[in-house]
């Protein structure tokens, strides 16, 4: 089976989306039976972008079915029409929930094309069940027709190795609106701790104390492991990695409750209200007491997650449609 599989991803971020293309085309490479096609187009430019969604997706995709058995697209982008069977991953819908806080561009694709092409797709997979949720009450894709794959933990991200100095909270995000990262920075205030932010500079004019910029994996995982816990108050995500890679480095988790990271933690990280930051500093405090409960329950609960069992799921998946 020849399978094309779009992986503009990595060429456009280093966040969630690309760990999850490069996780996924890990474990699926070299299987038998299986050929991979890698698709890209452009950079990370705004227009690469434009053209990647307005020209890319829709057209080239759609033409360039031809001595392929499926197509895969990593994002909900992709052809609204093609010669073989499609396959679409959602990993949000924070373009419909919040438009508000993305570029023009994103919002106005978001208005335009995402229902159609999601409707379009033989087959949606879905990184959580909040995600499918969200599909089917916001685009009308029935339920049959999505598929619930997690989302996998990498292995760079374990116990085992050096730990960062310091005494401070962790805080992973990309700095954009929806990552709630002033709440953090409050909460971090009221709890009495350093707060130190890795990720890359987003969109929306957000700034924050604490930031250090883009790290490598290694050294992530090095914080990970240093922190004496791991503040992850997003207001909307489709799942929520830096929870797992927290848990499987043995870090203590504070995330939002009500959230597709409540359902990624199941049960092993300390939940708080997002909006509220003293209950977020509260869960500060808390993760820091149940520590020594906090960390096995993680370990166990991020081992469950791996890309081999994500791949599993996604090669049966293209079985059924080719």
Known sequence: ???????????????????????????????????????????????????????????????????????????????????????????????????????????????????????????????????????????SVPAERIRVVPNGVDDVFTRNGPAADGNYVLAVATLEPRKNLSRAVEAARLAGVELRVVGARGWGGVDTQGW??????????????????????????????????????????VTSRGTAMEEVAGGAAVLADPLDTSALAAGIAEAEKRRDELVPLGLERARAFTWTRAADEIEALWKELA
């Open 212 to 253: 250090i910029g883009e790290v490598t994996d290694t050294d992530l995982a090095k914080l990970y492991r240093g922190a004496r816990c791991v503040l992850y108050p997003s207001l909307y995500e489709g799942f929520g990695l830096p929870v797992l890679e927290a848990m499987a480095c043995g870090a203590p988790v």
């Open 1 to 139: 089976m020849r399978v094309g599989v779009d992986v503009s991803p990595l060429v456009q971020t280093k966040a969630g989306t690309a760990r999850h293309v490069r996780g996924l085309v890990g474990a699926l490479r070299g299987r038998p039976g299986l050929e991979l096609e890698l698709l890209s187009f452009g950079g990370r430019r705004p227009a690469s972008s434009v053209v990647r969604d307005a020209i890319w997706y829709p057209l080239a995709l759609r033409r360039g079915g031809h001595g392929l058995d499926l197509l895969h697209c990593t994002t909900f982008r992709g052809p609204s029409k093609s010669r073989v069977p499609v396959v679409l991953t959602v990993h949000d819908l924070a373009i419909l929930r919040y438009p508000e806080a993305f570029p023009r561009w994103h919002r106005l694709y978001g208005r335009a094309g995402l229902r159609r092409t999601l409707r379009a797709a033989d087959a949606v997979v879905a990184v959580s069940e909040l995600t499918k949720e969200e599909t089917v009450a916001l685009t």
